[in-house]
Nanobody
């Protein structure tokens, strides 16, 4: 059974940092694009960051560029998201996602990802 499990969420003050990890089981994701998405209450799920498998290229939403860093790690923990200078508007449930058919055109579309974690809550207080 393929599973992605996020961890590292929590409550932090504005300006603080958190590191989210994504643990994988049931499959190796080394040849998959790995992404992070987030969803705030009453809002659509939105793209945060992604890293492609073929060149390790990274992509970010404008709202997190310069503050968040996505990195590939090892086979059991294929990706993590370092979040610095957090803002109250970053509050959301954060999801790890994976797919092996992602292109530049589809990377920001959550519908294109086949594998998802259950999400981890990030709350940033002002």
């Amino acid at each position: 059974q393929v599973q992605l499990v996020e961890s590292g969420g929590g409550l932090v003050q504005a300006g603080g940092s958190l590191r989210l990890s994504c643990a994988a089981s049931g499959r190796t994701f080394s040849s998959y694009t790995m992404g992070w998405f987030r969803q705030a209450p009453g809002k659509e799920r939105e793209f945060v960051a992604a890293t492609s498998w073929y060149a390790g290229n990274t992509y970010y939403a404008d709202s997190v560029t310069g503050r968040f860093t996505i990195c590939r790690d090892n086979a059991k923990n294929p990706v993590y998201l370092q979040m610095n200078s957090l803002k109250p508007e970053d509050t959301a449930v954060y999801y790890c996602a994976a797919d092996n058919g992602i292109t530049l055109a589809t990377m920001r579309d959550h519908h294109e990802y086949d594998y998802w974690g259950q999400g981890t809550q990030v709350t940033v207080s002002s």
